[in-house]
């Protein structure tokens, strides 16, 4: 598989919901009030109840193991920077552009530009996803 600098992956559209973030909190055993008590969370430089950083970097995981289903499990990397929350009720957007790609015997790693895109167009997370494909 040859990736040339500039591919964009297929983009990710996810609505995160309050659902979504208490199951996420029962599966990683992490009950901070700032995900699940709406109260507590009123309170707090936020306002209101904010999802899991680690569910939404599921996302970006989802967006790179349906374009490389293979490679991304065995290779995959993320260096990322979680910079404003994501609220229960938002869509974001998930997406992905190679900026760099760097051939090694046997294999090229390519380097992502990965964000995942609020609803007002400010990204929540920025940062590079790295997965290492054969060589065509």
Known sequence: MTIQVGHRLAEVTK???????????????DFNPIHLDERYAAGTQFGRRIAHGML?????????????????PSSGRLKVRLKAPVYPG???????????ATDEPGRRWVEYRIAV???DGSEAVSGQAFVALKPA
């Open 15 to 29: 609505e995160v919901t309050q659902d979504q973030v208490q199951a996420y909190a029962e599966a990683a055993g």
């Open 117 to 119: 895109i609020k609803p």
């Open 90 to 100: 938002e869509r974001v957007r998930v997406t992905g552009e190679a900026v760099a």
């Open 56 to 72: 939404v970097l599921a996302f970006v995981s989802e967006m790179m193991s349906t374009a490389f289903p293979r490679e991304w």
